[in-house]
């Protein structure tokens, strides 16, 4: 069926249907963060092997951009996003038994892997049936799921891990997805152009190594250090697997993933602009609790009534973001929305121990709204400069590109923070640590320069073309 051809009802039933399934989904990315010091004590595991529960969630999801691209090009639309949901429900129950963490971590693998279909999917479903009139507010109100779902999931997560405990968590998501799934076998409809295509086993092994090896060695920075063996290793795996994945989609008649779609200017400053977001958003979203709770010392329900108002606001503006998009381009909504992200990052390297809570708390919002004016008129934007056939590899290669960029910002940042830190100490005291904490707001600062430098310099008026 051509998306353009599906009724408005129908329309409306599938967008909802996405909403549901990618809230709980999304959320399920970053629960865990809070809930990782009572399963690693329930499983009687260490601090590091648990956290291989996001990192490994990370990496699976890595290697599963990619592939949507081909997938959602072979399958039926319904099959294939219903085949997600069961996957990444599947994971959740394995999740609710498991006795171990082997068999946990097979269950947020499953969970990844469904999630990872599901979002690509969405994506392009989304910029498929709607018209290019209405792309950016709806790509707006699907922001909600894969933007503030993430931040505001782990203060939810602390809230049922105190009165029910940590496997609640997938038990209410459990509920949610159940409930999706259902509505998803009336609600959906095969909306998307199939056709058959070979699998290049070959190219999907070398995404495999590429995307995964770049996010395993950058994930896990913090936990053993830049140079260490296993990080060295990882990331040179990652990094030849990269280059010869490329290299190979260029020179066959069927790319596994077309990146000639990366000649396209707006496309590629879309995927630039999405990367220096995701560095920024996942590094300050680690980054504020340590700051709330380690260093001033304030309980983690402070902590999440600190970074909660952000998410809000990230809630609020997401759809607002795509009617502005909508009426004005994308020209001053990506120059207004770099700035007021400079501003929140600047005015964190200023912050001190005695600094009011409701500082670092407005910062946040700030750069919250900033996030939620960016984040989907970014999909939105670049994939309209796309031809229609290769959306889905443009979706999967914007994807994949700001899932490592994430991961890059998650561990970087908290990197920088704890080496300025230790080698401040003599002196700077006890005052070394937010010492660290301002010198990698400074960090942040500098990449969100680089993308106002983009917005100013690079982004032209008018923006809107109909694919």
Not at 91 to 116: D, E, H, K, W, Y
Not at 155 to 160: F, K, N, R
Request: glycine share 10%; charged share 10%; proline share 3%.
């Amino acid at each position: 069926m051509n998306g353009n051809r599906v009724t408005t009802k129908r329309r409306t039933f599938i967008f909802l249907n996405i909403l549901i399934s990618c809230i709980a989904s999304s959320m399920l990315a970053t629960a865990l963060t809070t809930a990782l010091p009572a399963i690693t004590t329930d499983l009687n595991i260490g601090v590091s092997t648990g956290q291989w529960l996001t990192s490994g969630y990370s990496l699976a999801m890595g290697i599963t951009m990619p592939l949507t691209a081909f997938l959602i090009t072979r399958f039926p639309t319904k099959r294939l996003y219903l085949t997600g949901m069961g996957a990444f429900i599947a994971g959740l129950v394995i999740c609710t038994i498991a006795p171990t963490f082997s068999i946990m971590m097979c269950g947020r693998v499953l969970q990844a892997v469904g999630n990872g279909i599901m979002t690509a999917m969405a994506q392009v479903i989304l910029l498929t049936i709607y018209p290019i009139e209405k792309k950016g507010t709806i790509m707006g109100w699907y922001g909600l799921s894969v933007s503030a779902a993430p931040v505001i999931a782990p203060t939810l997560a602390g809230v049922l891990i105190d009165f029910t405990g940590w496997r609640s968590i997938f038990y209410v998501a459990i509920v949610i997805m159940m409930v999706s799934f259902i509505f998803g076998l009336f609600a959906f409809d095969d909306v998307l152009d199939t056709f058959k295509k070979k699998f290049d086993v070959v190219s999907f092994v070398l995404s495999a190594f590429a995307f995964g090896g770049i996010t395993l060695g950058i994930g896990n920075i913090s936990t053993y250090g830049m140079f260490s063996t296993p990080i060295m290793a990882s990331l040179l795996i990652g990094i030849v697997g990269g280059i010869l994945f490329v290299y190979r989609q260029f020179h066959i008649d069927e790319p596994f993933l077309e990146l000639r779609i990366l000649r396209y200017k707006e496309f590629t400053l879309s995927v630039i602009g999405s990367m220096l977001l995701y560095l920024v958003m996942m590094g300050s979203s680690v980054i504020m609790p340590v700051f709330v709770q380690s260093i001033l010392g304030y309980s983690a329900t402070i902590s999440g009534l600190v970074t909660l108002p952000g998410s809000l606001a990230m809630a609020v503006i997401s759809p607002m973001a795509g009617k502005i998009y909508d009426r004005i381009g994308m020209k001053k909504l990506f120059v207004s929305g770099a700035a007021c992200m400079l501003l929140s990052n600047l005015g964190m390297v200023f912050v001190n121990m005695n600094v009011s809570l409701v500082i670092p708390a407005v910062l946040n919002i700030i750069r919250c709204v900033s996030i939620g004016c960016l984040m989907m008129p970014f999909v939105t934007w670049g994939t309209s400069h796309v031809p229609k056939h290769h959306t889905a590899d443009a979706t999967a290669v914007l994807a994949s590109l700001r899932t490592i960029a994430g991961a890059i910002g998650a561990a970087v940042f908290v990197g920088i923070m704890t080496l300025v830190a230790s080698n401040s100490i003599s002196t700077y005291g006890e005052r070394s640590m937010i010492h660290g904490l301002n010198i990698t707001f400074l960090a942040m600062s500098v990449g969100t320069l680089f993308l106002l430098g983009i917005a100013v310099f690079l982004v032209k008026g008018t923006q809107k073309k109909e694919n």
